[in-house]
Every structure is written in C-alpha cells, then in structure tokens.
C-alpha cells in the first residue's frame, strides 16, 4: 500500500515522492480520507478561480475572498484554517504544488483605497503554518523556496516623517519583496519592504531581514546580517 501511494503522489507532484516504509495501513488510510476530503472541498472552491490546475485540495474552515483574481496550477494545497483575501490589482499567480501551511494569512489588500498590487508564487513553495504575508507592495517568491512557521512578510512601510499629521493619514511606501528560487525562510523570520533575497539563500530562525540579501547568502540576526555563504 505505501508503495502503491507513493507512486500515486509521485504522479500528481511530477516528482519522485516516497512515503515512509514505517506509517501503518491504518494511518495512512487516515491520511488518504482526510486528502480525499480536500480534494472534494477543492473542486466545487476552485470553480471561482480565474485559472486553475485539476487538483486542488482544501482544508476545513479556509476562507478565500476576490476568488476571480487567482490564477493556479495543479497540486495546491491550503490547509485547515487558512484566510486568503486575493483583491489585488494584479492579480494572484500560484505555480503548481503549492503549499499553505494550517492558520496562514496572505492579505493583499487592507483598505479599499489603495488596493494591493499582486502576489506572484513559483512552482513547488511550501509555506509552514501561521504565515503572514502582507501583499501592497508586489510580492515574488521563487520556485522551491520553503518557509518554516510563522513566518511573516510586510510589502509596505508607513510614512512618518510629517509630526503635524497622524501616521495612518500619511500614506505608506510599497517598494515590494522578491525571495529566490530555492531558498529557505526561517521560523519566524520577517521580511520588511523593499528587500531583495537572492537565489538559494537561507534566512536564519527569528531573523529580520531589512537589507537586500546577495545569492547563496546565509543570514541571521536582527537586523540580519550575513554569517557566511554556501
């Protein structure tokens, strides 16, 4: 039966995928009942979608608003208790097998009057429980990235400078985040606007990156700061 699985997992993530020889029958049949429900919940949720792949898997008590702005590929999985508010306007673009994490947040858009501007996410990113990912400013995360818990990322920095005028009447800045392929994002990281992560760079737990980050880096601290390269 696991290997039966396996293959079947393999075929719908394009890519070998091995179940471990130690879960018993009656766990993975579990497993099996569960992801058929999801799948079910992901036909009749992906009907609203601009574009979407064949396979779609949703978890209980996700929310998805502005469904028409989201555009899939096949393999997306949004697990148990996930808000999504894709009213952008450029758009939400997700890559195939794509992974939201239970009690993940991506809001694109706060306040009607200035809507966010889009949210672009390559092929095979997995996003860790809790996530919070803020979409004014464009945000891109690259292809087979992957994000610990928790992680959060913030595309917009409120203006201040004026002390005759509350902050929230201020506007904001939104010079947007782009995260590389093939990186991985710390528990609990944060990622402020204007940052650029390089390709395969890995972002320590806890940081708080406010700089651009070059290829191959490895960083931590806060503010993060680059410990060495890989």
Sequence with gaps: MVKLVSKLISKIKHREYTVDESITASDLLDILFTRMAMLIRGFFCRMGFKKSGRMTF??????????????CGSGLTIEDGCFINALCKNGVTIGKNFSLGRSSMIECTGV????????????????????????????????????????????????FTDRETPIYLQGASRQGIEIGEDC???????????VKIGKGCVVAAGAVVNKDVPDYSVVGGVPAKIISTR
């Design 58 to 71: 949703i978890g209980s008590k996700v929310k998805i608003r502005s469904k028409k702005h989201i555009t």
């Design 112 to 159: 009607i009057r200035e809507l966010g501007d889009s949210l672009e996410i390559g092929d095979d990113v997995g996003i860790a429980a809790n996530a919070f990912i803020s979409v004014r400013g464009k945000v891109k995360i690259g292809s087979s990235t992957i994000f610990g818990p928790g992680v959060k990322l913030f595309s917009e920095n409120h203006i």
């Design 184 to 194: 991985w994002i710390g528990a609990n990281a944060v990622v402020l606007d204007g």
